[in-house]
């Protein structure tokens, strides 16, 4: 299995590692509050500032705000080919999910995340993978 780190061990990240955890190794998460998680799933969660020690390693962007991210892992000297997005991907399985959110007009994140986890079925891919050249 090819290693990679998470960026990102929030809501997104922790369905991202989901996501991944039967098709990568994943050596560990980074996320600018690593001070405070510490681990999920028994896997560390380091700063970002590790990324520094690992530059030939993939990382998988697992954060809303990821083009902030892009630009922190370039300032690193983090090539792009070793780059990967995740982005949410809304099957029509997750109609019914989204539909509610929008009907409300305003979204509990949290609350909306936790509802598609559970819509994860073995043939549903939540994230669909975008590559960073």
Known sequence: MNKVVI??????????YEYCKNRY???FFVDKNAEIIKEYDAVPVYLPRKLKEYSDIKIIIAVFQYEEVLTDIRC?????KNIELLKLSFEPVL???VEEALDKRT?????????????????????REVHIF
Request: hydrophobic share 45%; with cysteine; aromatic share 8%.
């Open 25 to 27: 190794d994943i050596l």
């Open 7 to 16: 960026y990102g061990c929030g809501k997104i990240g922790k369905l991202a």
């Open 107 to 127: 979204i509990n994140l949290g609350d909306w995340l936790e509802k598609i986890k559970t819509c994860i079925a073995g043939r549903l891919h939540l994230f």
């Open 95 to 97: 109609s019914k999910v």
């Open 76 to 80: 690193m000297g983090i090539t792009n």
